[in-house]
């Protein structure tokens, strides 16, 4: 079975501090790991996707996650934050031979200036 | 268009009554997924299409709910005798291909229950 847990659903930063959003997943099989962001009344919109090329993966608008699979982690972060950051943020997993997403319940993410 | 497009936007209906909607994915992607989200909580699966046929439909909640995707293209969410509970933002997604490919969502539709 296949879930994604997203462990704060609130975090509340400064602005120009660093941006951290914790998710844990659990898959039996070699799962592919999103992270998607979902700005008020817009389309969900892809931050990252790890597919095993590498464990640090860099996505748009300085995010980057680290893949620890003996953590079964997928945290995201980001050295500083902007108050465009201000978003809900979800984790994302996926079978690599399967065809639904599996989201987190996600993390809404304040910056506060 | 670039992305893909789900219309109406906002949909407001009456306990009852039958709604559709719609989810015009980008040109070209054969993978066509359906999603539920409700207030507070990720969006869950509903129904995944690979061309014109329903591959994955082990999301619908019931038998109210049913969706079609006749030419490959275009698809449309029906939904029978809505009940308030039905509430939520409806998304749609597509995708080259699956098995872990990247999905591109629409801004979603707003259904309201009265």
């Known amino acids: 079975a296949q879930s994604v847990t997203q462990l704060d659903s609130h975090v509340s930063v400064s602005e120009g501090t660093p941006v951290l959003l914790r998710c844990n997943y659990s898959s039996s099989y070699s799962p592919s790991l999103f992270w998607y962001v979902q700005h008020p009344n817009k389309g969900l919109q892809l931050l990252l996707k790890y597919t095993s090329a590498a464990t640090l993966v860099k996505g748009i608008n300085g995010f980057e996650a680290e893949f620890k699979k003996s953590e079964t982690s997928f945290h995201l972060t980001k050295p500083s934050a902007h108050m465009s950051d201000a978003a809900e943020y979800f984790c994302?997993?996926?079978?690599?031979?399967?065809?639904?997403?599996?989201f987190g319940t996600g993390t809404s993410l304040t910056v506060i200036p | 268009g670039a992305g893909v497009s789900q219309t109406p936007s906002n949909k407001v209906t009456e306990k009852g009554k039958y709604v559709e909607l719609r989810c015009d994915p980008i040109?070209?992607?054969?993978?066509l997924y359906w999603y539920r989200q409700s207030l507070g909580q990720g969006p869950e699966f509903l129904i995944y299409?690979?061309?014109?046929?329903?591959?994955?439909d082990s999301g619908l909640p019931n038998d109210r709910f049913f969706a079609v995707r006749p030419e490959g293209s275009v698809s449309t969410l029906k939904i029978q005798r809505t009940e308030r509970g039905d509430s939520a933002v409806y998304l749609c997604?597509?995708?080259f291909g699956q098995g872990g490919n990247i999905q591109y969502f629409g801004a979603g539709t707003r259904l309201s229950v009265l």
């Open positions: 040109s070209g992607h054969t993978a």
């Open positions: 997604a597509s995708s």
């Open positions: 994302v997993v996926s079978l690599n031979t399967g065809n639904q997403f599996y």
């Open positions: 299409f690979q061309g014109t046929g329903a591959a994955d």
